[in-house]
């Protein structure tokens, strides 16, 4: 399935409540925030600017300090050709593929929307609820449109924290694993309404053409107030033409949102990329035999990008068309508006641009181990490719080192924040928030930059 191309038609329903109440565009503008300025060093503004708070929340920034680096001289056919059909994740590659993210920072960007979640949790009825927990589910692939950069692998004990009043979350995410690579993340409504958590296991495989990225893991959400725990996995992300072509993605493959009953009271359809609407299931049935007997105007073909292996370069979707709306359908969600410079920024939307941001204090209060220390990023989101590039080798190699000597005296990595365990809702292998994250005792953590 496209990114540019409506996804599948997924069937909600868990329990008998009839669907009522208005759903529409939330705003995702917090009162009072104002523009920051940026400097190339660490992307705050002067000292004392901002009044010290927990995570220095008070503001956030609008842009990176340095604009996007170009690809279009760099040739990765030497690199690739010998990768066909390898995980890219056992492969040093070079630094012109990244963004200056962490992928511990990526999965952060699950948290843009979830005012729909906060939504979800203030919903009397179940089938309501779920409405919402979709719409959060595909709103967290969103972000991923013209995103081309591959985030940084996490180095083995890297974290990352991410503490928004403004938005009632606060997260915490670790590398447990690093062969195979595995990310834990925990998050907590600030307002006791609802915990988040998972852990993903991304499989990232180059195909002559393509880059396919599969996120295995299970993601589970529970509705504290209502005792409800909603599970899912993400779809399937694939980048397309990395040798020759213009660079487009395409998200494919199921999303099962479950709620551990199975009568269908209701149908959600969409675009990955843009919105999600629902509507009742005999209206979406009546809708859909009228356009099998041609009632209703059909969509044009031309906008579903599709792999063909006698062409160079795969077809890239011409248009993002709005989603053909069945009358009598309710908006859940609808992707938020960029900002105006975001093709120089990496294509990051405003939340995106702010999760590396390093403010005044904060590292008086952020474990060691978190992604904004790390230096090869910074490096990189300043414009220094070639002290990024540097520092990347430096933080791999010394990987390695600590890797041979964890082997020479015999003894394993110890993770600190999560722990190995079954997912208490489906009984499958996962990894637990083990707790005291916030407690801010970092006196054992791991040197790892």
């Known amino acids: 399935m496209n990114g540019d191309e409506e996804f599948f038609d997924a069937v909600t329903g868990f329990d008998s409540d009839n669907s009522s109440g208005e759903f ?25 600017e901002r009044p010290p708070q927990e995570n220095g929340i008070q503001r956030h920034r609008t842009s990176l300090p340095a604009p996007m680096f170009t690809r279009s001289d760099f040739s990765v056919w030497g690199i690739l050709k010998k990768c066909i059909g390898l995980e890219l994740s056992k492969i040093t590659m070079p630094i012109a593929f990244n963004e200056p993210l962490s992928f511990l920072q990526r999965i952060t960007e699950y948290m843009e929307h979830i005012y729909l979640v906060h939504r979800a949790s203030r919903q009397p009825k179940a089938l309501e609820r779920m409405q919402c927990v979709a719409a959060f589910a595909v709103s967290a692939v969103a972000s991923q449109w013209e995103r081309t950069g591959k985030p940084f692998n996490p180095l083995l004990g890297e974290t990352y924290e991410l503490v928004r009043e403004d938005l009632g979350f606060r997260f915490i995410s670790e590398q447990v694993s690093h062969h195979p690579p595995v990310s834990a993340f925990y998050s907590e409504g600030l307002g006791q309404d609802f915990l988040f958590h998972g852990s993903i296991y991304p499989k990232l495989k180059f195909w002559g053409k393509s880059v396919e990225a599969e996120p295995r893991g299970t993601i589970t959400l529970e509705l504290l107030r209502h005792n409800e725990a909603y599970t899912w996995t993400n779809p399937t992300c694939c980048v397309h033409n990395v040798i020759i072509g213009k660079l487009w993605i395409e998200q494919y493959g199921t999303v ?36 099998r007997r041609g009632e209703t105007p059909r969509k044009s073909q031309s906008a579903i990008g599709v792999e063909d292996a006698d062409t160079e370069v795969d077809a890239v979707p011409e248009v993002q068309d709005t989603v053909q709306v069945i009358p009598g359908s309710r908006l859940l969600w609808r992707i938020n ?32 181990t978190d992604c904004r220390l790390r230096p090869d990023i910074r490096s990189m989101e300043n414009g220094n490719m070639d002290l990024a590039s540097q520092e990347k080798e430096r933080l791999e190699e010394k990987q390695r080192e600590a890797r041979k000597e964890r ?3 015999d003894t394993e ?13 489906t009984g499958t292998p996962d990894w637990l928030y083990s707790g005291g994250y916030f407690e801010r005792d970092f006196s054992g953590c791991p040197d790892i930059y």
Not at 265 to 284: H, M, Q, R, S, V
Not at 338 to 366: C, D, H, W
Not at 413 to 425: K, M
Request: with cysteine; proline share 6%; charged share 25%.
């Open 407 to 409: 082997a020479k005296e």
């Open 256 to 291: 099962e949102i479950l709620n551990h009953s199975k009568k269908k009271l209701f149908i959600i359809y969409g675009k990955w990329t843009e919105c999600l609407w629902g509507i009742d299931p005999a209206a979406y049935e009546s809708f859909r035999k009228q356009e």
């Open 337 to 368: 508006t960029r900002p105006p410079n975001s093709a120089q920024m990496y294509n990051f939307t405003s939340f995106t641009v702010s999760l590396n941001e390093l403010q005044t204090g904060m590292e008086k209060i952020l474990a060691p």
């Open 413 to 425: 990595w110890q993770t600190r924040w999560f722990q190995q365990g079954r997912n208490p809702h």
């Open 24 to 48: 529409s565009e939330a705003s995702q503008k917090a009162p009072g925030r104002l523009p920051v300025d940026t400097s190339k060093s660490n992307g705050i503004g002067e000292a004392g």
